[in-house]
């Protein structure tokens, strides 16, 4: 009878005192938590619309038109033997021209050509996009000439290198925001939950001058720190529901219609949103319970 | 039976200051002792070895004939389950009650809740403050902020009670009364030690004084007084 009413009590006054404390710590592992998971739907959409981007690079390989059968046969069986190729797909003369009909309905240029002008190709994609030149190399002799059949290939040379280097500065920069912002996290909840625990450093001292057992003093500054760490990244978790909701579902949607990116945090497959928000409530209890254990260290010994 | 025992005990902090400098001492089961001397004669740092709140440099410390010196960190609140300590600034948590004080020390070493319910009126009787159970601290006089500390010290009955300047901050007829009970908690069987440099309590009660100065004894009578 006495001791629930007791530990209610105890526990109803010491949340009333400490109220600013945990207030304070809770705001904060909610906001820098929001920020943190704002940032990784970010850079994840970020990494998928360049991956996307990525893998649209492509080579076309021309042939001459009086190439032969056999050694066009040979090319493709080159071509399919190597394993950075993905996929390869042949367009003959008549679909080349078919194509670009489509693609130049009404205008001029049809009226003036005479014939076919057009050779067909092989249109590869690759596995890896950064070895398109290297893959590109392998149709010119020594001395830079295209081999025999060939024509052309062509990639967009300087496009694809301008693409790989900002692609690599971005992911690098990416990284970089979410780093620093998880140790900012860090450090900013670990300071609030050390200066609650300070705030009340009079009780845990009173608590082992009477004889108190050292679990019995951490137990509840542990159950207060992921309770603050838990509750706060609650929070972010439905602050970040509700912006993904109704905001950044929106900007998927548009990149989704324009570019034909798959991969996206929300809208893509992975359901990457939902690992997201799993990993701030975890990152948050975690953080809670560790920064109270670090900084109980300092008033109890073990 | 010896109930605390110093063998050669040195404390030395660290920035060289020798606190104590090799004190041998016992004191028996059920004494009083007084331990006087001026700030800084080493007198708060033997209560703190005794509660091992510090470590000594070498020497070593037995309390009821268990040497303490090498006891496991976890084995510490143990010991000061019976060891009570009574400060000169009382070290009473503003937002508990009197009596929830008091209670807090038996809640937080795991006592039942009837042993609470029983054992804290009690003592709050023996220090004659069974009336204000109700008061917060910052409505209680410092002498019976005193009591409170002292009643919260002792109510799990420990074989001995340590005060380091119990009456430091009070005056002279609030310091009787602190006195009265610290005796009478005394002649239950408690060994008492108390830290002091109040001349007056000293020798109006004429028990053993050790006199401390600059970390070593320089007195030790059987029935003393402060001193000249």
């Known amino acids: 009878m006495f001791r629930p009413r007791y530990y209610f009590s105890e526990t109803f006054v010491s949340f009333k005192r400490n109220f600013l404390m945990a207030f304070t710590a809770i705001t904060t592992v909610a906001i820098t938590l929001f920020i943190v998971g704002f940032f990784a739907v970010l850079v994840y959409d970020i990494q998928g619309i360049i991956n996307s981007i990525r893998g649209q690079v492509e080579l076309a390989v021309y042939l001459e038109d009086n190439i032969t059968a056999e050694l066009k046969q040979y090319i493709e069986d080159e071509i399919l033997s190597w394993e950075e190729t993905g996929s390869i797909a042949y367009v003959s003369k008549e679909q080349a021209l078919e194509q670009f009909k489509q693609q130049n309905e009404g205008s001029d240029i049809l009226k003036e050509m005479q014939g076919n002008p057009l050779p067909a190709s092989y249109e590869i994609t690759l596995n890896d996009p950064e070895k398109v030149e290297l893959v590109a190399l392998r149709f010119m002799d020594k001395d830079g000439n295209y081999i025999e059949g060939i024509n052309d290939v062509v990639y967009g040379q300087t496009y694809v290198r301008r693409l790989f280097s900002i692609t690599a500065i971005i992911g690098t920069i990416g990284l970089l925001i979410i780093v620093v912002l998880l140790l900012a996290t860090i450090v900013l909840i670990f300071n609030t939950i050390r200066l609650s625990i300070y705030a009340r450093r009079k009780e845990i001292e009173v608590m082992k001058l009477v004889g108190a057992s050292n679990w019995f003093v951490r137990m509840p500054f542990l159950f207060e720190g992921f309770f603050e760490g838990f509750f706060g990244s609650t929070i972010s978790v439905v602050l970040l529901y509700f912006l993904s909701r109704f905001l950044l579902i929106r900007g998927e949607r548009v990149i989704v219609d324009t570019m034909r990116v798959k991969d996206l945090a929300i809208l893509g497959s992975g359901n990457i949103i939902i690992y997201i928000y799993a990993g701030i409530l975890v990152l948050g209890g975690l953080l809670g319970i560790i920064s109270s254990a670090i900084a109980l260290r300092r008033y109890v010994k073990t | ?228």
């Open chain 2, 1 to 228: 039976m010896k109930m605390i025992e110093f063998k050669n005990v040195s404390k030395i902090y660290e920035n060289d200051t020798a606190a104590l400098k090799n004190i041998s001492l016992s004191i028996e089961k059920g004494e009083f002792l007084f331990m006087v001397g001026p700030s800084g004669s080493g007198k708060s740092t033997f209560i703190k070895l005794l509660i091992k709140e510090i470590e000594e440099t070498s020497g070593s410390i037995f309390i009821a004939g268990r040497n303490i010196c090498n006891l496991k960190n976890s084995r510490i609140p143990q010991l000061r389950r019976n060891i009570g300590c009574v400060f000169q600034d009382f070290k009473l948590l503003p937002n508990k009650t009197a009596f929830e004080n008091v209670a807090f020390a038996l809640e937080v070493i795991g006592r039942p809740g009837y042993e609470v319910k029983v054992q804290v009126p009690q003592v709050l009787k023996l220090v004659g403050l069974h009336n204000r159970e109700r008061s917060y601290p910052h409505q209680l006089s410092g002498g019976e902020q005193q009591r409170i500390s002292i009643a919260r010290a002792f109510v799990n009955r420990p074989p001995i009670l340590l005060a380091d300047e119990p009456t430091g901050n009070l005056d002279p007829a609030t310091s009787e009364g602190i006195m009265k009970i610290l005796s009478r908690i005394n002649l239950i069987g408690t060994t008492v030690v108390m830290a002091t440099h109040d001349r007056s309590i000293v020798n109006s009660m004429r028990r053993r004084v050790v006199e401390l100065e600059e970390g070593e004894i320089i007195r030790d009578q059987k029935r003393g007084v402060y001193g000249d």
